[in-house]
């Protein structure tokens, strides 16, 4: 069964020949996760040096003059192609330094080969990477990573990092269910404005996960002048938006250039409300429930993604439970739940959602300890949304065959 990694492998035609589409959209998502090459520039860096007209005069260099004269009207784009990073063979001494402590839930072995892997496919290898930006923030609950890439046209890919392997990133994703924006959502709309600041071009936006959600938040919180440049948004299982927000006008103006990519049995991308506008592609996956969020399990036939023409009834159930839960419950009710839950998940001393996985029974004490200290409304509200996510996690869809 194909997936994502035999793309990068065997799609070798040029974009001019086979234009950006959802897969390649998928692609950009999952090398934002890292880890990320200390050759790609900062943003802050590049806004350092020409951020402002007055920042490029003083930069002129009179021995240069045609191409500093070049820079006055427009800003250089200081990427690095990806064909120019194949030969780091050590990636943890060359990625930057932010990112060295900010861990994913993908192997480092298998983002490593998959960034090799489309550095000597023709097709990615002359893709420019740039404007890194990277922040967390643990008093705020706040995880944000992107990047842009720039394709031979001179299209900007604007790629947002999804939840990482922290506590703190898992927390920021839950409160989204209760408060509107997050401070990762402000910043991605910040980020893409001041990229598109720097640079012309058209735009496209991706991300997976919350990534995915950061994209279409980013593409309704930006200036018209920047909206008008955006030609596509992907949201990669993404999580929605509060009912409000996704009967706005600002949804209404961009909700067109939008494609929702989801598993199958998709959870993570049914929290939260998702227009019918939308336009949908539901991918089959190698394996089920949870798991299927990871975009590496996604199958693919040949250059396009191996769709099914719906969810499955897990999906759609988990879908209609847990977005009627989080309607007929106050903010405050919801927040406290979810501070109730990162309390539990907390008490072993652990901050990464894998090292709890890891460590099983052995902090199960010190977790049942945390969860009995609870009041009786919080334990019933943590249940109730667990009860909900394993029912959906752990059903059997014998519809669609897995091999």
Do not use: C
């Not at 961009?254 to 199958?264: N, Q, S």
């Amino acid at each position: 069964m194909a997936t994502i990694t035999d793309y990068v492998q065997l799609e070798t035609r040029e974009f001019t020949v086979y234009p950006f589409n959802e897969a390649d959209a998928l692609v950009y998502a999952l090398l934002s996760y890292g880890p990320i090459p200390q050759e790609i520039p900062l943003l802050a860096h590049i806004e350092q040096q020409y951020g402002t007209l007055g920042r490029r005069i003083r930069a002129f260099d009179w021995q240069h003059p045609i191409q500093s004269t070049r820079v006055l009207r427009e800003v250089p784009y200081e990427g690095v192609r990806l064909r120019d990073l194949e030969h780091y063979q050590e990636f943890d001494k060359s990625i930057h330094e932010l990112d060295r402590n900010e861990p994913t839930f993908v192997s480092e072995d298998v983002t490593e080969k998959f960034y090799k892997d489309t550095a000597l496919n023709p097709r990615f290898a002359v893709t420019q990477a740039s404007a890194v930006e990277m922040k967390f923030q643990t008093e705020r609950a706040a995880q944000f990573a992107a990047l842009t890439y720039r394709l031979p046209d001179g299209t900007l890919v604007v790629t947002y990092r999804g939840t990482d392997d922290t506590l703190v990133g898992w927390r920021e994703d839950l409160d989204m269910s209760y408060s509107y924006p997050v401070p990762a959502q402000r910043m991605a709309a910040d980020y893409l404005e001041r990229v598109a600041k720097l640079w012309n071009g058209p735009i496209i936006l991706t991300g997976h996960s919350k990534g995915g959600n950061l994209a279409v938040y980013a593409a309704m919180n930006v200036s018209e002048r920047t909206q008008n440049r955006i030609e596509r948004i992907f949201s990669l299982d993404g999580p929605g938006f509060p009912p409000t927000v996704a009967a706005s006008r600002e949804y209404a103006a961009i909700v067109d250039r939008v494609t929702k990519v989801m598993p199958d049995s998709s959870i993570i991308g049914q929290l939260l409300i998702t227009p019918q506008r939308e336009h949908r592609i539901i991918v089959r996956s190698n394996v089920t429930g949870l798991m299927q969020h990871s975009g590496f399990t996604w199958l693919m036939l040949g250059d396009h993604f191996d769709t099914v023409p719906s969810l499955t009834p897990s999906s759609k159930q988990f879908y209609e439970q847990i977005n009627t839960w989080l309607q007929t419950h106050e903010p405050a009710h919801i927040e406290r739940g979810v501070d109730a839950l990162f309390q539990v998940l907390g008490a072993s001393g652990n901050t990464k959602p894998s090292q709890i996985t890891s460590a099983g029974f052995t902090i199960l004490p010190d977790m049942l300890t945390q969860f009995a200290g609870l009041d009786s409304e919080d334990r019933r509200t943590i249940m109730q949304v667990m009860r909900l996510i394993a029912g959906a996690a752990l059903a059997k869809n014998p519809e669609i065959e897995r091999s």
